[in-house]
């Protein structure tokens, strides 16, 4: 009911739409917020309590345990310190891999290859809703595995594949995209693990910076720096041209489908001029995200823009598909422009809907990233149906 109201409100313009959406999204938690935060802390403190907390606000920001949406559930600095930095971290990852192991012994999700001329590209489900990749040269016989972490996933379509595993590339440090780095870069002895050397990637062997490129056989993957979700997360490019096909684009946590990551070590600047960077690519390019976000990213772009038609017709499809449990992935840079609200802060729709409103403002790149930043806090709010 909210959704239909907040849609509603944004059909007018300007800050009183910016001041309806805000209380739609808010209000909800509002008068609760204090019990919140209190519960929320005594569920770190106490291992006895297990309610699901509600809500909270964006001080101590909340992802339902139940839809298994990202490893770090109630999200505060500590916490994130904690699982970033220290065993801790590593330790849950183990067990939201056994636990997806057992609910999901097919994967979570039902995926397709790509089969280029002469290329693969393999998205592997892992975890409860994390995507692997295999990029295979399949005259060559060779594969680079992206973000690997359930190695026990990835080698069992490499075997399947029968091909020789020759490259790991880590998007970023979380253990939800690094955590198979070890057992397969043992079982590999010729893996090289790639990544940025300002991330902490675990087993990092051959550090990496923006434009480097990768080279397997004829596959040719550029590493592009886009920092913001963390201090060093990269994106990998892989070029069409060498097999006259599409480019693709392997975006971890920078970008969904509809949607883009948490900023958790940059700003919002950082985030919008890392999203730059991608708008930068061809609208051709095929997008491969670390995670199957589609269609409660497509619910909250249509609070936003609930007049955009294009979001309209990928949410049918994408409903379709996910009732059969079948990958949303990949979808097109071109359609991203058109629905994705994070790579639209340059419409004029979004910025009198979300904005300040009228009256003199900053410089056009301060606001885009205060809108990108007002967006991503109702994201976080946001309770999909």
């Given at each position: 009911?909210?959704?239909?109201?907040a849609?509603?409100?944004?059909k007018g313009?300007g800050?009183?739409?910016a001041?309806?959406l805000?209380?739609?999204l808010?209000?909800?938690?509002?008068?609760?917020?204090s019990?919140?935060r209190?519960?929320?802390l005594?569920?770190h403190?106490?291992?006895?309590c297990?309610?699901?907390?509600?809500?909270?606000?964006?001080?101590?920001?909340y992802?339902?345990?139940k839809r298994?949406?990202?490893?770090?559930?109630?999200?505060?600095?500590a916490?994130?310190?904690?699982?970033?930095?220290t065993?801790?971290?590593?330790?849950?990852y183990?067990?939201q891999l056994?636990?997806a192991?057992?609910?999901?012994?097919k994967?979570?999700?039902?995926t397709?290859?790509?089969?280029?001329?002469?290329v693969?590209?393999?998205p592997?489900p892992?975890?409860?809703d994390?995507?692997?990749y295999?990029i295979?040269d399949?005259?060559?016989?060779l594969?680079?595995a992206?973000d690997?972490?359930?190695?026990r996933?990835?080698?069992?379509?490499i075997e399947?594949?029968?091909?020789?595993?020759?490259a790991?590339?880590?998007?970023?440090?979380?253990?939800?995209?690094?955590?198979?780095?070890?057992?397969?870069s043992r079982r590999?002895?010729?893996?090289?693990?790639?990544?940025s050397?300002?991330d902490?990637?675990?087993?990092?062997?051959h550090p990496?910076c923006?434009?480097?490129?990768?080279s397997?056989?004829r596959l040719?993957?550029?590493?592009l720096?886009?920092?913001?979700?963390?201090?060093?997360?990269?994106?990998?490019?892989?070029?069409?041209?060498?097999?006259?096909g599409p480019?693709?684009?392997?975006?971890?946590?920078?970008l969904?489908l509809?949607?883009?990551?948490?900023?958790?070590?940059?700003?919002?600047?950082?985030?919008?001029?890392?999203?730059?960077?991608?708008?930068?690519l061809?609208?051709d390019?095929?997008?491969?995200?670390?995670?199957?976000?589609a269609?409660?990213n497509?619910?909250?772009?249509g609070v936003v823009?609930?007049?955009?038609?294009?979001?309209?017709?990928?949410?049918?499809?994408?409903?379709?598909?996910?009732?059969?449990?079948?990958?949303?992935?990949?979808?097109t840079?071109?359609e991203e422009?058109?629905y994705?609200?994070f790579?639209?802060?340059?419409?004029?729709a979004?910025?009198?809907?979300?904005?300040?409103?009228?009256?003199?403002t900053?410089?056009?790149?301060?606001?885009r990233a205060q809108l990108l930043?007002?967006?991503?806090?109702?994201k976080?709010?946001?309770?999909s149906k």
């Amino acid at each position: 009911m909210a959704a239909v109201v907040a849609a509603t409100a944004l059909k007018g313009r300007g800050a009183r739409n910016a001041r309806v959406l805000r209380g739609i999204l808010s209000g909800a938690t509002a008068n609760k917020a204090s019990q919140n935060r209190t519960r929320a802390l005594q569920s770190h403190s106490s291992p006895e309590c297990k309610e699901e907390p509600e809500p909270l606000s964006p001080e101590l920001e909340y992802i339902p345990r139940k839809r298994g949406k990202n490893p770090m559930k109630a999200v505060g600095l500590a916490w994130y310190s904690l699982y970033t930095r220290t065993w801790l971290g590593y330790l849950f990852y183990r067990q939201q891999l056994r636990r997806a192991r057992n609910r999901y012994p097919k994967g979570h999700s039902k995926t397709q290859p790509r089969l280029f001329n002469g290329v693969k590209v393999l998205p592997i489900p892992v975890l409860s809703d994390n995507y692997s990749y295999l990029i295979i040269d399949t005259q060559a016989g060779l594969a680079v595995a992206v973000d690997p972490s359930d190695p026990r996933a990835v080698q069992a379509s490499i075997e399947k594949e029968g091909v020789t595993l020759v490259a790991i590339l880590c998007t970023h440090k979380h253990w939800d995209h690094s955590g198979g780095n070890r057992d397969l870069s043992r079982r590999h002895r010729d893996c090289r693990v790639y990544g940025s050397p300002q991330d902490g990637i675990p087993y990092l062997t051959h550090p990496l910076c923006h434009q480097d490129v990768v080279s397997v056989g004829r596959l040719q993957i550029r590493a592009l720096a886009t920092p913001g979700h963390t201090q060093g997360h990269l994106v990998y490019l892989l070029d069409g041209e060498p097999y006259k096909g599409p480019s693709c684009l392997f975006s971890g946590d920078l970008l969904f489908l509809s949607g883009c990551g948490r900023t958790f070590e940059g700003t919002a600047e950082t985030m919008l001029s890392s999203l730059d960077t991608v708008l930068g690519l061809g609208d051709d390019t095929l997008l491969w995200p670390g995670h199957e976000y589609a269609e409660e990213n497509l619910g909250f772009a249509g609070v936003v823009e609930p007049e955009n038609l294009a979001r309209e017709r990928k949410m049918q499809w994408v409903q379709r598909q996910r009732m059969e449990r079948r990958s949303t992935c990949p979808s097109t840079l071109g359609e991203e422009r058109s629905y994705n609200p994070f790579l639209r802060t340059h419409c004029l729709a979004l910025q009198e809907a979300l904005g300040p409103g009228p009256g003199p403002t900053a410089d056009e790149g301060c606001s885009r990233a205060q809108l990108l930043e007002e967006l991503r806090r109702l994201k976080d709010m946001h309770k999909s149906k």
